[in-house]
């Protein structure tokens, strides 16, 4: 049977008094190089898995699809119409709006009139003051007209 010595007896487990001290061995490190060569390989490897594993922010994938649709231009906004006192009729005025494929106004003019100067003169300012979109053509504005109708009551 082999003696072991104090020394000795500090450096291993000591199943007969865990709460003493020398209940667990120190490790011993192993002279030389486990894995020679193999440190920033492993770290590299390491870090591979630790960001794969890594809660990442949801992402989408937005892909914008264009619903290009041929359209005429579009009336988007009017003022408000004020039928003029002196005038004692009333009536509709049909205007024909030249628009530029900005949506700008090129030209306003009368296809219909009311029959009264006063009742046309304030048709026009409300078309002139109006907005709108301009149309659409194989997926690109182009310039358009509109025809713009307004009525008078008495």
């Known amino acids: 049977m082999r003696r072991i010595d104090e020394t000795q007896q500090l450096n291993t487990r000591n199943p007969a008094g865990p709460e003493d001290e020398a209940a667990v ?13 193999w440190g920033p390989q492993l770290m590299v490897a390491a870090l591979a898995v630790a960001s794969a ?9 937005v892909v914008a699809v264009s619903a290009c649709e ?5 009336l988007i906004g009017s003022p408000a119409v004020s039928t ?9 005025a049909v205007l024909r709006v030249d628009l530029s494929a900005a949506g700008q106004i090129l030209n306003v003019t009368i296809a219909q009139s009311t029959g009264d100067a006063l ?3 304030e048709a026009m300012r409300v078309a002139r003051e109006s907005r709108y979109a301009a149309a659409f053509v194989g997926c690109k504005p182009a310039a358009d007209d509109v025809l713009y109708r307004v009525s008078f009551s008495n």
Do not use: M, Q, W
């Open 84 to 92: 003029p006192e002196e005038s004692p009729t009333g009536g509709e």
């Open 53 to 61: 594993l890594a809660p990442r922010p949801a992402t989408a994938n």
């Open 119 to 121: 009742l046309d003169f």
């Open 25 to 37: 061995a120190a490790l011993k490190r192993l002279p030389g190089p486990v894995f020679h060569g």
């Open 70 to 74: 041929d359209h005429g231009a579009r």
